[in-house]
DNA sequence: ACCTGAACACCGTTCAAGT
DNA sequence: ACCTGAACACCGTTCAAGT
């Protein structure tokens, strides 16, 4: 994994996709800390200090990563027709396309999101829920409670993997939680110790869908 | 701030609570980079090497302050009767104490939280939906989605502010979001462009309490 | 048990220089 | 415009040694 990739062709000059490519090929081989310039350069077969050519600093590398995925979320998901069901599945592809890189989620929750296609999500869902029958500010701040469930779940569902690298079948995850789970003392924490069937499932798609089914519900009660 | 500053008193050997307190002293001067092995060290008068006496390694640092954070949350905010009222007060100190701490912030979201002060925080939310009138299921769900904004919403206001150390006030962030928006392009983005009052205070406690209501709102619906 | 000296294998970034 | 050589000021971690 650390022999270094060039593209085919002639010798050419690189291009910032080329700098993205290879950020995002280490992240999901050896985790977050892997893209580093230094390790990137090597992937590229140049110095370190010719990845300053296509970007100002690391900064700036990962608000273009950030940016990548969110256009590859907004590429996919179509609106269908209905509000519900159109922030369902935007809300579902945003999940698939993160936790496929989870080296890349912690940029998501680690840096101001006012992209184009940060912009273009948003005004997405501002859309979705005038559409759900929610006036300017309701909306708004609905569109905002959606970022915050969806980014925090993804976030803590790729917390929970200990090990580098793309994530287990979520069967499998949710299979080593509930065993790790076994440990905790029931006179200290009886509730907790009676539900760790249930805890087990918190990082999987039912528990991600219940929770933004609940939101969903929430705004129900705001039609004006 | 890079000044060491030895507790009172003879000379005598450190301690777990030394190094943790150096370390967030570290962090909220500096931001979350500042706490650093070998900063914590010059903090605390000793060579970097000295700090393993204490912690095996830098993770289970992060780990121990992720847990004494949390403990201060638990050892506040006590329960008052209502379940609503409890959830929203214990949902406002955990903000408080986070934000109190930006550096310390993105820990939370980027480690598995099993210690045991996240294990009686996670009693207490059991236990206050119990009360809701939710059963053993719904309980553990709602628990985790409540986990899930609180600690989303502070990553991303934390996430909002560019600089490190500790945050402006409130409104003073708020201005500087309004000023922000006013760049965003009506043509592309109408529905943005028209809601950037609203998106300035997303930051805000107003948008904390808001969102936070939709979900209690929405588990009244689930009482059995 | 607690701490130091010295080293190893890394970082991001910058400056000057080459083509 | 695009890349290299060399350097600066850092990292986390380990090994051996001292008291």
């Given at each position: 994994?650390t022999?270094?990739?060039?593209?085919?062709?002639?010798?050419?000059?690189l291009?910032?996709?080329?700098?993205?490519?290879?950020?995002?090929?280490?992240?999901?081989?050896?985790?977050?800390?892997?893209?580093s310039?230094?390790?990137?350069?090597?992937?590229?077969?140049?110095?370190p200090?010719?990845?300053?050519?296509?970007?100002?600093?690391?900064?700036?590398?990962?608000?273009?990563?950030?940016?990548?995925?969110l256009?590859?979320v907004?590429?996919?998901?179509?609106?269908?027709?209905?509000?519900?069901?159109?922030?369902?599945?935007?809300?579902?592809?945003?999940?698939?396309?993160?936790?496929?890189?989870?080296?890349?989620?912690?940029?998501?929750?680690?840096?101001a999101?006012?992209?184009?296609q940060?912009?273009?999500?948003?005004?997405?869902?501002?859309?979705?829920?005038?559409?759900?029958?929610?006036?300017?500010?309701?909306?708004?701040?609905?569109?905002?409670?959606?970022?915050?469930?969806?980014?925090?779940?993804?976030?803590?569902?790729?917390?929970?993997?200990?090990?580098?690298?793309?994530?287990?079948?979520?069967?499998?995850?949710?299979?080593?939680?509930?065993?790790?789970?076994?440990?905790?003392?029931a006179?200290?924490?009886?509730?907790?110790?009676?539900?760790?069937d249930?805890?087990?499932?918190?990082?999987?798609?039912?528990?991600?869908?219940?929770?933004?089914?609940?939101l969903?519900?929430?705004?129900?009660?705001?039609?004006?």
């Open positions: 994994m022999e270094a990739r060039r593209r085919p062709g002639p010798k050419r000059a291009t910032q996709d080329d700098v993205l490519d290879a950020a995002l090929r280490l992240m999901d081989a050896d985790g977050p800390v892997a893209a310039i230094r390790r990137i350069a090597g992937e590229l077969g140049v110095t200090n010719a990845v300053y050519t296509y970007f100002a600093d690391k900064a700036a590398i990962e608000q273009a990563l950030v940016e990548r995925l256009g590859e907004n590429a996919a998901a179509p609106a269908t027709g209905g509000w519900r069901a159109d922030l369902e599945l935007l809300a579902v592809e945003i999940r698939a396309r993160l936790v496929a890189h989870p080296g890349a989620v912690p940029l998501f929750l680690s840096g999101m006012n992209g184009p940060a912009l273009l999500l948003g005004e997405r869902l501002l859309d979705r829920l005038s559409a759900a029958g929610l006036d300017r500010a309701a909306g708004a701040r609905g569109a905002y409670l959606i970022m915050v469930y969806v980014l925090g779940a993804i976030a803590l569902e790729v917390a929970d993997q200990p090990h580098a690298g793309v994530l287990p079948p979520e069967a499998e995850r949710i299979a080593a939680r509930a065993a790790a789970w076994g440990e905790v003392p006179d200290r924490f009886p509730r907790t110790a009676a539900a760790t249930v805890m087990a499932t918190w990082i999987g798609t039912d528990q991600y869908l219940w929770g933004l089914r609940r969903l519900d929430s705004f129900a009660g705001l039609r004006s």
